[in-house]
């Protein structure tokens, strides 16, 4: 069990120790609960950090429980075979992308960041999350990135069930996962500290990062 997510991202760093100091290496955290996860890796690697924004689609009543995920460039995950068992209408699935895809814009002009500022073309893109459950959020990011050609896509994660890793390691060049588990009620309960994380948290962290990364160009 991780104490919170600063431990897991310190320990995820080490396993990525080999992009350290690498020019043409960045890391993205997933909001919001990647963030602080992707910070230390960041941090202890001298990396720069962004976010890759992606929207969980929860399904009607039941919001923790994924349908599908969308992000940023119009890429759609859609988990048809969840839909149709659970008779979930088009009206439905098609209120709760709408619904996403505006916070979605919200939480890009709350964090001043765009998708397209981001040019990750022939870089080593270290995508991060606080773990995987459903993996349709990563699934997401992993299309997006995709579509912008880097030379590595690189998961990192705490922890994972074994679906996920499966489905990931499919379609990532890399994937750095610190403990796979088939008991997975929720990411949270590999925590002793799952703390919700809010929008300044993620702001203040990017900030900081910012900052730390201008300093180290100075010397």
């Not at 990647?34 to 720069?48: D, N, T």
């Not at 579509?147 to 996920?164: F, S």
């Not at 499919?170 to 703390?195: I, K, N, Q, T, W």
Request: neutral net charge; proline residues 4%.
């Amino acid at each position: 069990m991780f104490r919170d997510r600063t431990e897991a991202g310190q320990l995820l760093a080490k396993k990525l120790i080999q992009y350290a100091g690498s020019e043409n290496a960045i890391v993205l955290g997933l909001p919001r609960g990647g963030v602080p996860v992707a910070f230390e890796i960041s941090r202890q690697l001298h990396r720069p950090l962004s976010i890759l924004l992606v929207r969980k689609l929860g399904v009607p009543g039941q919001s923790e429980l994924a349908m599908g995920a969308i992000a940023a460039g119009g890429i759609r995950i859609l988990d048809r075979a969840m839909i149709r068992q659970l008779g979930i209408t088009e009206e439905e699935v098609g209120s709760a992308i709408a619904e996403e895809e505006q916070e979605m814009r919200r939480r890009e002009q709350t964090y001043k960041v765009s998708h397209s500022n981001i040019q990750l073309r022939g870089l080593n893109v270290i995508v991060v999350d606080d773990g995987i459950a459903t993996g349709s959020s990563m699934l997401a990011a992993i299309q997006v990135l995709r579509v912008q050609q880097p030379a590595k896509i690189i998961v990192a994660v705490p922890v994972a069930p074994p679906h996920a890793r499966q489905e990931i390691e499919a379609l990532a060049h890399e994937f750095v996962c610190l403990r796979v588990s088939e008991y997975f009620p929720a990411v949270g309960s590999f925590y002793r500290d799952f703390s919700q994380v809010d929008d300044e948290q993620v702001c203040r962290l990017l900030a900081l990062s910012s900052t730390d990364s201008a300093q180290s160009s100075q010397t």
